[in-house]
């Protein structure tokens, strides 16, 4: 696999494909940031498939379970997928998760007294909305247990009352995104805010293969080098070249030695705040890597 861990399987792969007809039907927004198709395809194919229940129609809300947190995120839809699928409160569908070790604990996750407690978040894929392969889907929803739909359908109308807002957006660039922090015993805010979230999943924007520690380091000297070398050459010669006399008068090679000195401390200044700043750089694109399952 180029995206998962295969060192962690999953206890109920579904094994099923990416539909890019019904991905397209579902409504992104143009700013979010699209995963690779072959991701997505990977997850639903290797992922854990759980119950996911329908919570409300207006609006559309699905309560996905999975068994390894004992809990549901609510995941919001467009309302048209309701008569697309012929949805009702109750209706039964099927997410394909993976998890993240990455802590803290995602702010809309609320465990049940049988979690396992090995994971923080995880990303949720409801298949019925992004596959073909329904007599797969039919199946395993088939083998889940009753008690785990009981269980998806209660914790979700809960985590409904508790908090009526919507927690997770359903297409599959955000679903493993809490929209806002979640406090079950107080009441929701005015309004949701749209901060970023704490998020385990940011190996997700690359390959596995290129996701390793060492090459995150190999790339921050890159760029500290790159940093140091643009400094000095913006300390040294930039307030010369920007000098006319420089380029037209006879007597260059005379101002050149003149700035010999001034050059050299310039270009000194310049290179440590450029390392500075490729330092700072680095260190605020480091992202830690997910072990998912």
Known sequence: MRFHDE??????PVQISLSLAKLRKLKVPRNVDMLPSDLLNEHLGFGDSRAAVVVSTEPLLVAAYTDELDCVVLLRFQPELVGDYGLEVGSRLLTVNTYTRNPPLAPDLVPGPESYDRWFNYF?????????DMPAVEARKAAIAEAEWQRARSQGARALKANPQPLREGHPYASETPLRSFEPDLPPPTGPSFAPATSGFAVYRRPKQESTALEWVFAHVFLILIGIALGAFAG????????????RSAGAERIMNEDKSAAIARATVGAVVGAIGAVVVAAASAKPGAEDR
Do not use: G
């Not at 040294?236 to 380029?247: E, Q």
């Open 7 to 12: 060192s962690i399987p999953a206890s109920d």
């Open 124 to 132: 949720p894929l409801i298949a019925d909305f992004l596959t073909e």
């Open 236 to 247: 040294a010669f930039l307030p010369v070249l920007s000098r006319r006399r420089f380029a």
